[in-house]
């Protein structure tokens, strides 16, 4: 045994107690502490950067989250006095519901924007929340960016709507003022949702008031009437093969979206076959056209009026790589084929110039009573008031079928909706 410890001893020496300076250490101690001074039981804590002379505070608040904030001042006496200013004025606000910290308008506004992505991912409010965005990057962000939230007051608000309209160049009219004060205000209810801004704050918002929007050229009953009758002649014309494919694939759209009163653009145009089927009515037997279309305010169905089931027949027959002898066939595939496109396959990047000289050869490129120039949504002006005066929709049926609001129908056709009435109100 004894053997073995002195073997021990020798291979595995212990070391000799290591030399310490005491008089560095508490050199160093010394200067540590007088960086770090403790205030109100050690709740509050005044410290320094080591390349900064200017007294920093940090503090814990019932969350016990630290908040560390700059006094701003070199001199000891005065950092303790605004650090314990700080720290009451914080534990005041957690105690009647303020948030402690704020924070930056730009900071605000990039959480916001992930918020919008995401919906646009799901699908949710996808052409809105991409309207919200331009405006966010476009706008608010440069002009609010380096203001704190809880700091955006009237005269703030003031001096961006003027920097707006010399930015834009015209006087916005109210659609577009209703677009800024809504984005405006999906970034203040972010913040509100993250606690970095109280809602009982007095932060100003922006004015929803501006120059009134011109009504939209519309159809009347009569010019509806004329248009379809003119379209089969306007179908066959064309100097080229790729002019008469358009003219035969417009005449289809343009039936169609006045049959059914969807938009132009987007929600029409990204029909796919596999969105078309028959719906049968169980108490009346009959058998109707219905449609699947998502768009500006997500998905719904609708149906097609009679006359426009002719257009999608001849969509059917004529694309090739669908495969298929009548709308019957087309419909039972299912296929995620677009509806709208050339016999080729291919579809048109816009019909909106192939639409004017629609609108010239039947001479009803202007609206008489707007003066204003036809488009394609002049369509579906034309159905709703047509839906409203001829059919008698009721306005609740008829904004399901056009994806829009009760209220905006309202807005645009109040003096239509009375006169519906009129039978009732004599």
């Not at 913040?191 to 929007?213: C, D, H």
Request: with cysteine; charged share 25%.
């Amino acid at each position: 045994m004894r053997t073995r410890r002195k073997q021990t001893q020798l291979l595995f020496p212990i070391p000799a107690k290591p030399i310490v300076n005491w008089e560095f250490v508490t050199k160093l101690s010394s200067k540590e502490n007088t960086n770090i001074i403790y205030l109100r039981d050690g709740e509050v804590v005044l410290y320094k950067h080591a390349r900064s002379n200017v007294w920093q505070v940090r503090f814990k608040l019932f969350d016990r989250q630290w908040h560390r904030h700059s006094t701003k001042h070199y001199n000891l006496q005065f950092a303790k006095q605004v650090a314990c200013e700080m720290y009451d004025e914080a534990r005041f606000k957690e105690r009647i519901g303020v948030p402690v910290v704020s924070r930056r308008f730009d900071t605000v506004a990039n959480r916001c924007l992930q918020d919008i992505d995401r919906e646009i991912q799901a699908g949710i409010k996808a052409h809105t929340n991409k309207d919200y965005k331009r405006v966010i990057n476009k706008y608010l962000i440069p002009f609010f960016g380096s203001y704190m939230v809880d700091n955006i007051n009237e005269q703030v608000v003031s001096e961006y709507e003027q920097w707006r309209n010399n930015k834009m160049g015209i006087t916005p009219k109210a659609s577009t003022l209703m677009t800024h004060a809504s984005a405006y205000s999906r970034v203040i209810k972010s913040a509100v949702q993250r606690g970095w801004v109280s809602a009982n704050s007095p932060i100003a918002f922006l004015n929803r008031r501006g120059k009134a929007s011109t009504p939209r050229a519309g159809f009347t009953r009569e010019e509806v009437h004329k248009l379809l009758a003119y379209l089969p002649e306007f179908a066959n014309g064309g100097h080229t093969e790729l002019a008469r494919d358009m003219r035969k694939l417009l005449r289809d759209y343009v039936e169609i979206l006045i049959a059914t009163g969807m938009r132009c653009g987007k929600e029409s145009m990204n029909l796919q076959w596999k969105h078309v089927d028959w719906y049968d009515e169980a108490v009346t037997g009959k058998r109707y056209l219905r449609l699947y279309v998502n768009g500006k305010t997500g998905g719904r169905q609708l149906i097609v009026r009679n006359f426009g089931i002719a257009a999608f027949e001849r969509l059917a027959i004529r694309q090739k790589d669908l495969i298929a002898k009548n709308l019957n066939e087309a419909i039972k595939r299912k296929t995620t084929i677009r509806v709208f496109r050339l016999s080729d396959g291919t579809q048109p990047k816009s019909l909106h110039t192939t639409f004017k000289w629609l609108l010239h050869f039947a001479h009803l490129t202007y609206d008489a009573k707007t003066k204003q120039q036809r488009t394609l949504y002049s369509l579906r002006h034309a159905y709703a008031t047509l839906a409203l005066m001829d059919d008698a929709i009721d306005i609740h049926t008829l904004a399901r079928q056009m994806g829009t609001s009760v209220g905006m129908l309202e807005k645009h056709y109040s003096k239509l909706t009375a006169t519906m009435a009129a039978e009732k109100l004599s």
